[in-house]
Nanobody, 115 residues
Framework: VQLLESGGGLVHPGGSLTLSCEAPAHVWGITSMGWYRQAPGKQRGLVAVVGNDGKTRYADSVKGRFSLLRDSIARNTVHLQMDALEPEDTAIYYC?????????WGKGTLVTVSS
């Protein structure tokens, strides 16, 4: 089972990027889906996650700058809109999804914020 991630890259401070994550179309009953990140020398931590109740949790460091949205057409796809990016946002971003009592991870996509 693979989660397909896209959208990483290099961006200047203050810029924007959108990350997308797609779970397999045949999967039903995803209970939560979102993004985590791991910066060099740090542990992996929550960025944003949405539950099947529609409620979204954000890390304090990204509140007001990042938005996690479900795709309006593809039910197993989420998009992480990242605005006002800071050098501290530089990390490998991992998509994560839960269904059938299991947690699945993407391979990760690198986001670099640098001038």
């Amino acid at each position: 089972v693979q989660l397909l991630e896209s959208g990483g890259g290099l961006v200047h401070p203050g810029g924007s990027l959108t990350l997308s994550c797609e779970a397999p179309a045949h999967v039903w009953g995803i209970t939560s889906m979102g993004w985590y990140r791991q910066a060099p020398g740090k542990q992996r931590g929550l960025v944003a996650v949405v539950g099947n109740d529609g409620k979204t949790r954000y890390a304090d460091s990204v509140k007001g700058r990042f938005s996690l949205l479900r795709d309006s057409i593809a039910r197993n796809t989420v998009h992480l809109q990242m605005d006002a990016l800071e050098p501290e946002d530089t990390a490998i971003y991992y998509c994560s999804a839960n269904w059938d009592g299991m947690t699945y991870w993407g391979k990760g996509t690198l986001v670099t914020v640098s001038s």
